[in-house]
Nanobody
Framework: QVQLVESGGGLVQAGNSLRLSCAAS????????MAWFRQAPGKEREFVSC???????YYADSVKGRFTISVDDAKNTVYLEMDNLKPEDTAVYYC?????????????????WGQGTQVTVSS
């Protein structure tokens, strides 16, 4: 059974940092594109960051320079380091994998999803 399990969310003050983790199991993810999306209340799910099969990284303009995506292949885990958090970063953050390992910012192109982890940034 394929599973993506996020952790690391919480409540932080603006300017602080959080690191999200996404533990993958059930299949080999090394050739996948791994991504993070987020969804704020009343808004559509939006792309945050992606690492493709070739380990190239991509970021939404709103998080560029503040967020960093990384992968630990030995642990089959994807991370999202979030620095200098802002209230507008408040959302449920989802981990996703795309078997076809090329980059995409479209959530419809991703095959597996985690359950999400809440990030709340207070001002």
């Amino acid at each position: 059974q394929v599973q993506l399990v996020e952790s690391g969310g919480g409540l932080v003050q603006a300017g602080n940092s959080l690191r999200l983790s996404c533990a993958a199991s059930g299949r080999t993810f090394s050739g996948d594109a791994m991504a993070w999306f987020r969804q704020a209340p009343g808004k559509e799910r939006e792309f945050v960051s992606c690492m493709d099969w070739n380990r190239l990284t991509y970021y939404a303009d709103s998080v560029k320079g503040r967020f960093t995506i990384s992968v630990d292949d030995a642990k089959n885990t994807v991370y999202l380091e979030m620095d200098n958090l802002k209230p507008e970063d408040t959302a449920v953050y989802y981990c996703a994998s795309r078997v076809r390992g090329y980059f995409s910012s479209d959530s419809k192109n991703y095959d597996y999803w985690g359950q999400g982890t809440q990030v709340t940034v207070s001002s």
